[in-house]
């Protein structure tokens, strides 16, 4: 009876294991699926002499459009500025963090609250910057 019960209790997490697996698979496979036939279909559009519509964003496909945007590299220059930002305060907020939990009474929940007012900070900067994406 135990031996039985030991059993699946080890099968359960291993089926529900391989079971997000196989839907992690199928999931990813479909969405590659859908996407080769979406870009069949703009070629085709495209081959026939139609203007495809835009593909996912209309009114981001008409600012692109109508707007002289910034170079690639200079996308690039302000996406890595920012992802340095950000990275460096998070670091600033861990020192400081470590620094205040060498002190009795503070510990664990000083660490904690000092990350987190450095990811605040971190995400004021990244609001103030005007990119919501990159």
Same mark, same amino acid.
């Given at each position: 009876?135990?031996?039985s019960q030991g059993?699946?209790?080890?099968?359960?997490?291993?089926?529900?294991?391989?079971?997000?697996?196989?839907?992690?698979?199928?999931?990813?496979v479909m969405r590659?699926?859908?996407?080769?036939?979406?870009?069949?279909?703009?070629?085709?559009?495209i081959e026939k002499?139609?203007?495809?519509?835009?593909?996912?964003?209309?009114?981001?496909?008409?600012?692109?459009?109508?707007?002289?945007?910034?170079?690639?590299?200079?996308?690039?220059?302000?996406?890595?500025? +920012?992802?340095?930002?950000?990275? =460096?305060?998070?670091? !600033?907020? @861990? %020192? /400081? *963090?470590?620094? #205040?939990?060498? +002190?009795?009474?503070?510990?664990? =929940?000083?660490?904690? !609250?000092? @990350? %987190? /007012? *450095?990811?605040? #900070?971190?995400?004021?900067?990244?609001?103030?910057? =005007?990119?919501?994406?990159?």
């Amino acid at each position: 009876m135990e031996d039985s019960q030991g059993t699946i209790a080890l099968v359960i997490p291993i089926v529900a294991i391989a079971g997000w697996l196989l839907y992690a698979i199928v999931s990813v496979v479909m969405r590659s699926r859908i996407r080769e036939l979406e870009v069949r279909a703009r070629i085709a559009m495209i081959e026939k002499g139609m203007v495809p519509p835009p593909e996912r964003d209309p009114g981001e496909f008409e600012k692109v459009m109508n707007s002289t945007q910034p170079t690639a590299a200079s996308n690039y220059r302000q996406y890595r500025a +920012y992802k340095l930002r950000s990275a =460096g305060i998070t670091m !600033v907020a @861990v %020192g /400081l *963090g470590l620094w #205040v939990m060498m +002190y009795p009474s503070f510990r664990v =929940g000083g660490f904690l !609250v000092v @990350v %987190g /007012l *450095g990811f605040l #900070v971190s995400g004021l900067f990244e609001r103030s910057s =005007g990119r919501s994406e990159f």
